[in-house]
């Protein structure tokens, strides 16, 4: 099976977290899975990651640090994504040589071509629907899925407010994956391994 969802984790990681994540990966559709946790030191981010790395190799899953390539070098993760506001994309790029490395492009086609000159692995575009995790998000047109599949020889990750009733409308206009977070761990009827198997 393809392996078409890029996972982003919860903001706070909750006590039964591992193993939900664990059952979840074991879905095979996974190909990322991208730590991000705001307002937390580097040390309890490396201490959460190495616990979450484990799991990531038993499932080759890519592991993808949010914002902090510094953690990526510790702890030899896959990859770093960064956003417009964290830092230098070209300094990543040349610090992780040979990971991969991804960017928040929003809903611009500037953007879009400033991280290819940067030599970015994938980008994400959106927010294409409402999202619980960034309700200000800057919002995206579906057409700029077309646009990009067309000029934009990389990876591109479809974000936003993304779950089982709208991904089809992204990935049939051009993504080759789709961002999930709040669908899979703040869903109110469904339990993390429930939610990942309504997404086929």
């Keep these: 099976m393809k392996k078409f969802i890029y996972l982003i984790s919860p903001n706070k990681i ?3 977290f591992y193993n939900d994540l664990d059952e979840v990966l074991s879905s095979k559709k996974i190909k990322f899975f991208q730590l991000r946790l705001k307002n937390k030191k580097d040390n ?5 990651s190495k616990k979450i790395k484990k799991i990531t ?7 993808i640090i949010n914002d902090n390539y510094k953690i990526v070098k510790k702890i030899n993760a896959d990859g770093c994504h960064l ?10 790029r040349i610090l992780l040589k040979g990971k991969i490395l991804g960017a ?7 953007l879009c071509k400033l991280a290819l000159k940067s030599r970015v692995n994938y980008i994400a575009l959106g927010s294409f629907f ?4 960034k309700p200000n998000a800057i919002k995206a047109k579906l057409d700029l899925l077309k646009w990009a599949k067309k000029n934009i020889k990389k ?23 789709i961002a999930i977070s709040s669908y899979i761990w703040n869903n109110p009827s469904l339990k993390p391994v429930e939610a990942i198997k309504k997404i086929k």
């Design 14 to 16: 909750y006590n039964s």
């Design 44 to 48: 309890e981010i490396i201490k959460i």
């Design 57 to 63: 190799l038993k499932h080759k899953v890519k592991l």
């Design 83 to 92: 956003g417009q506001a964290d830092g230098s994309i070209e300094k990543a």
């Design 104 to 110: 928040t492009c929003h809903n611009s086609k500037k």
């Design 130 to 133: 409402n999202s619980k995790l």
């Design 155 to 177: 990876k591109i990750v479809a974000i936003g407010g993304v779950n089982n009733k709208n991904f089809k409308k992204l990935l049939v206009r051009g993504a080759n994956y």
